[in-house]
């Protein structure tokens, strides 16, 4: 990236959180040198889950897969972040364990400061931006849907991304959480803040669900891109939380939590069902929209980076400028 592309390009906060999040910072990484990614730390499942539990840390799953989206892009940083995603397999309680969640797990426990231990292993890798999590301290997500008539409970995020039903109401434990300055800093000096794609319920929303965040992410003079996920139409049932949803109810959602956030650019994959429905609800929110293909061929319900890149480098030349 030459000195003249960096001194005129975008200083973005990218929020979210598993693999919807790495794939907006592997997209950003090829327009901007200023990301800040702002992860979801409510994650109980998996190695995460289970490190969480035994030690009282941030869940560290979702935190890794952004710091290895930011590696530097050379053998050094490489071969850090393929080291970090590594995940052991035995018959022993190392199964399931990713390399890069135990580093910071050690990191966390020794200094018990959970932003100085991920700057250190961005140094590690020499990473593009910096990784902060949303909060000073791990969260708990809780779900209320509707299935058939009935109320069910939904406890924990593995939990509330996986349940069906209708969502009546999403919560989180402690309910007014402190963000980190670090964050709150960030998004004060913004150019753009982007949101999704993801888990809706628990990878975007939950930025939405702090008050203190939810109140800076507004204030924030930055252009606000919303990234909608991959088409959740009939066929893919088996996807959970995102079972039965328009791309417009997506919208929806975030309106019934954040009423007065507004969306300058809303991004969805040319594929999606229901677009003109979507393309009322922004018109009449004054909303710019941009669709494109953005499947990942390997992947159908993953983003692929380069696709999404050219969709930034758009927003940047046309709807943004």
Same mark, same amino acid.
């Given at each position: 990236m030459t000195s003249e592309l960096k001194s005129t390009s975008p200083r973005v906060v990218a929020m979210g959180g598993g693999h919807g999040l790495a794939a907006t910072l592997t997209a950003l990484r090829s327009i901007t040198s200023e990301i800040t990614a702002v992860v979801t730390v409510a994650d109980n499942g998996g190695s995460s889950g289970r490190l969480r539990e035994e030690f009282s840390i941030m869940p560290p799953g979702? *935190?890794?897969?952004?710091?290895?989206?930011?590696?530097?892009?050379?053998? %050094? $940083?490489?071969? %850090?972040?393929?080291? &970090? #995603?590594?995940?052991?397999?035995?018959? $022993?309680?190392?199964?399931?364990?990713?390399? $890069?969640?135990?580093?910071?797990?050690?990191?966390? !426990?020794?200094?018990? !400061?959970?932003?100085?231990?991920?700057? /250190?292993?961005?140094? &590690?890798?020499?990473?593009i931006?910096?990784? *902060?999590?949303?909060?000073?301290? +791990?969260?708990?997500?809780?779900?209320?849907?509707?299935?058939?008539?009935?109320?069910?409970?939904?406890?924990? #995020?593995v939990e509330v991304a996986t349940t069906r039903g209708r969502l009546k109401e999403l919560r989180m434990k402690p309910a007014n959480p402190t963000t980190r300055p670090e964050v709150l800093a960030a998004l004060r000096d913004a150019d753009w803040?982007?949101?999704? +794609?993801?888990? %809706?319920?628990?990878?975007?929303? +939950?930025?939405?669900l702090v +008050?203190?965040? /939810?109140?800076?992410?507004? !204030?924030?003079?930055?252009?606000?891109?919303?990234?909608?996920?991959?088409?959740?139409?009939?066929d893919n049932l088996e996807i959970g939380e995102y079972a039965g949803y328009s791309p417009r109810e997506h919208c929806e959602i975030l309106v019934q939590y954040a009423p007065t956030l507004h969306f300058d650019v809303v991004v969805a994959d040319s594929h999606l069902n229901g677009r003109d429905e979507l393309k009322d609800f922004l018109a009449e929110r004054k909303t710019a929209y941009l669709e494109a293909d953005l499947r990942d061929a390997s992947a159908a319900i993953h983003h692929d980076g380069g696709k999404l890149a050219s969709a930034f480098s758009h927003i940047a030349r046309e709807l943004l400028v």
């Open positions: 979702d *935190l890794r897969m952004a710091l290895a989206a930011l590696c530097a892009d050379d053998a %050094w $940083g490489r071969n %850090w972040a393929e080291i &970090l #995603q590594y995940r052991f397999t035995s018959e $022993g309680e190392m199964n399931g364990h990713a390399l $890069g969640n135990l580093l910071l797990a050690a990191l966390w !426990d020794r200094d018990h !400061d959970a932003v100085a231990g991920l700057d /250190q292993v961005g140094a &590690l890798l020499k990473v931006g910096r990784v *902060l999590p949303m909060t000073a301290e +791990p969260l708990d997500i809780e779900a209320t849907f509707i299935n058939n008539g009935h109320e069910i409970e939904a406890i924990g #995020q803040i982007t949101m999704g +794609p993801g888990s %809706w319920f628990s990878s975007v929303l +939950p930025h939405l +008050p203190s965040l /939810q109140k800076a992410i507004i !204030d924030s003079p930055a252009k606000k891109i919303l990234l909608l996920n991959l088409d959740s139409n009939k």
